[in-house]
């Protein structure tokens, strides 16, 4: 069978690459100042395509996979990748996301195009599966929807297999995709398919969604099943807010004798809430759900358009609190899918996410943004890590004390409703939809541990990297 590269490396600067070295040593300095090295004790996996940053909603559309380019360069501009297994993915196939999705809608974005999306037939699929001004047709459409749900199905089995503790993909997390229809900027709901992989490992797995839309498509999906908890905090207005579901009342199905009744739990929010009251509420919170439901995996959504100055947000949070939910969920010590989500202001949405990838690695970053960061103009003026997003366009905080106690008990109250965490019965795992054979998982290993054995060489030799990711 022929070998195939899994996890890809970098090369050493050939002679004469003096450009490229330069870069380097800048790097390598960079990993030096921040104490940047592999964790120890466990394994973080980064997960992502290239192919994903270059498609384009359109001009005046608030989503740009750009984003994640701007995410990428500076993870790579603080040397951060050499702290991580670096994986390629590749696109999901139909057959994985038809576990999820119909048939007839995978079909259609197959097939509908800028250029004939006018056809009758086509123009009528596009009504049914609510095509629009939010979610419109752009060249690539599927290859972008198959390459960011391939990174999250890949690295929810990197989970399962134990060869990651912790699984990042930033391209991920499009939460709003129903079965058969497009939401919310979303058309394939990639988490979904994660946890889908997660289950046959996993007897319980505990979804977090901090976007400050709620999370509908993923408790939609599970909205009848005990073996998977939803959990989400967000801003909630029926009438006014997107998608204006999710309200505290909202816990699952009303028959108690469904399983999944008390297992869909929201947190609805109003305009500005403030770092340490959204902190304090993530923790008293999720440390309930977390002992109650006893979950044996984790799956934390970050949707960078809670922070304040978001070009759709509502919320005055900076960059530090956001982490510190991530921080306190990696605590936790359970296998753990990291997924980006919503974030319509790019340079902050890179902040956060690269802030969130040094959480994941336990790596303290310097706060002033490395100077040989490419785009480093677009961080302008202050070019650094954490800008006082608060202080500018302001919210007023809405969420007083006796409300966010109320949510609290509200919770809570729900959380005596479960009889311990369900018993599972795990049956024999399904076969891998790709096929993937014991020897082809055995490469993967060899190859890990030629990439460490590598990287302990060149930390003796002091040897810079490649200053580009190769996927």
Not at 35 to 48: E, L
Not at 186 to 194: H, M, P, R
Not at 327 to 350: D, E, I
Request: aromatic share 8%; charged share 25%.
């Amino acid at each position: 069978m022929a070998r195939t590269s899994i996890v890809q490396d970098y090369q050493h600067p050939q002679p004469g690459s003096s450009s490229t070295f330069t870069i380097d040593e800048k790097v390598q300095r960079e990993i030096l100042k921040n104490g940047i090295v592999k964790p120890k004790g466990y394994t973080v996996s980064w997960h992502a395509n290239p192919e994903v940053e270059k498609h384009h909603f359109g001009q005046s559309h608030p989503m740009k996979p750009w984003r994640l380019t701007l995410t990428k360069q500076l993870v790579m501009a603080y040397g951060m990748h050499q702290a991580m297994d670096l994986y390629l993915a590749r696109a999901a196939t139909d057959e994985e996301m038809a576990e999820f999705h119909k048939e007839d809608y995978l079909e259609f974005l197959q097939r509908v195009t800028p250029a004939n999306m006018s056809v009758s037939d086509l123009q009528q699929s596009s009504l049914q599966y609510n095509i629009g001004d939010d979610c419109p047709i752009f060249d690539g459409l599927y290859d972008y929807c198959s390459l960011y749900a391939g990174a999250s199905v890949d690295a929810a089995r990197k989970l399962c297999n134990n060869q990651s503790e912790i699984a990042i993909n930033w391209s991920g997390g499009l939460h709003h995709a129903k079965k058969s229809e497009a939401s919310g900027f979303c058309y394939i709901n990639d988490i979904v398919l994660g946890i889908l992989q997660l289950l046959r490992h996993h007897p319980r797995v505990l979804y977090i969604d901090i976007d400050v839309h709620h999370g509908d498509g993923v408790e939609q999906a599970f909205w009848s099943s005990d073996r998977v908890m939803t959990l989400s905090f967000h801003k909630y207005d029926k009438d006014n807010f997107f998608p204006g579901t999710g309200p505290l009342s909202s816990t699952g199905p009303e028959n108690p004798l469904n399983p999944g009744a008390h297992h869909s739990l929201n947190v609805p929010l109003n305009d500005g809430i403030e770092d340490d009251d959204y902190v304090a509420l993530f923790k008293a919170i999720v440390g309930p759900c977390v002992s109650s439901y006893r979950p044996t995996a984790i799956v934390l959504q970050c949707g960078a358009d809670s922070l304040g100055c978001d070009r759709l947000g509502c919320f005055n949070l900076n960059i530090r609190a956001h982490g510190e939910c991530v921080s306190f969920v990696k605590a936790l010590n359970l296998p753990l899918l990291v997924l980006g989500g919503g974030g319509y202001t790019p340079r902050n949405v890179a902040r956060l996410w690269a802030y969130e990838t040094s959480i994941c690695i336990d790596a303290e970053l310097n706060e002033s943004l490395p100077a040989h960061t490419p785009f480093l103009n677009h961080f302008a003026p202050d070019k650094t890590l954490f800008p006082p997003l608060s202080e500018h366009g302001r919210y007023e905080n809405k969420n007083s004390k006796q409300y966010l106690e109320g949510l609290v008990q509200g919770v809570t109250e729900q959380l005596r409703y479960l009889k311990g965490a369900p018993s599972v019965q795990m049956q024999h795992i399904p076969p891998d939809l790709m096929g993937i054979r014991e020897e082809v998982e055995e490469e993967i290993r060899e190859e890990r541990e030629e990439r460490e054995e590598m990287f302990r060489r060149d930390r003796e030799r002091g040897a810079g990297m490649r200053g580009e990711l190769v996927y």
